[in-house]
């Protein structure tokens, strides 16, 4: 039985990928080599198959710490190659028994890669978040009720209680419709974008209504644009916060050619 | 609005919106011995639902949260 494996990081041109490569460490310390085939270079890594077979994999995911680790050294190696031309990044825990393996596939996929590699050329990807503050967007519809003051029947109560549920989803209708606006607004300056959902919110340890989890492919030149279109928006509607991440690999739309 | 610095070597990443690209974008091509598309997502969503139950758990560890 094998013991090794290998860990595919990412795909770029064959010319310049050895620069891009050299140096680099994996997310098992080990050096980042390059494995070539027809013109396309995959950045890949020797692993033990304890540690990243499919057992391994299987019990290390749930594993946090182990999660956090591999996945910042698998975007290490791709942030570091991304920084010198397009690249297409495979996603975390893409093991293959041996570099044939790898060869394989690069011709086998030579012309998505190729595809994919000329769609992501001199753009990155930009994350944006929406965070709604539900208060600020119910605006006032609950301070009515609030003027009723200490003593209050049991149908003032329910007339108060009644009016802040109605607020509530007003408010909810109000920051969903502001998503919808945000996002299309967003697109005008970005290559293509998508809404993904948002993460829990227990997770991102917020208060607030995270409305929209959008990424955006844009291109190298309008980055600033794009930078200024957010914080435009984030300035001028009261209740939405926006929060940027990136630029990014275009991890998120380097697939849609490849994997169609 | 808050912003995270664009990509250097010391980069710090909330781990959820790296989690979302990594696990949930790239390429996805089925090698020898990595799970199947669907075992992957199988395991982000019970990973998920451990992290959500432990949200203590994220500063713990010292993992940043999302600003």
Known sequence: MPTEGVWTYAVVESEGADSRISGLRGVSGEPVRAVTSTGLTAAVGTVGLDEFGEAGLRRNLEDLDWLAATARAHDAVISEMARFGPIVPMRMATVYLDDRRVSQLLEARHDDFVAALRHVTARAELGVKAHADPEVLAGGQDSAGRGAGAKMSGTAYLMRRRRALVANDEAFRIAAEHAVNIHAQLLRHAVDGKRKPASDRRLSDRTDWTVLNGTYLVNTSDVDEFRAAVAAVDRDIPGITLELTGPWPPYSFAGDVVNS | ?67
């Open chain 2, 1 to 67: 609005m808050t912003e995270v610095l664009p990509a250097d070597n010391n980069r710090e990443v909330a781990l959820v919106d790296l989690l979302d690209r990594v696990l949930a974008g790239g390429v996805v091509i089925s090698g020898d011995i990595t799970l199947s598309i669907a075992d992957v997502d199988l395991v982000v969503i019970s990973l998920r639902t451990l992290v959500s139950s432990v949200g203590a758990l994220m500063d713990e560890v010292g993992i940043e949260s999302p600003r």
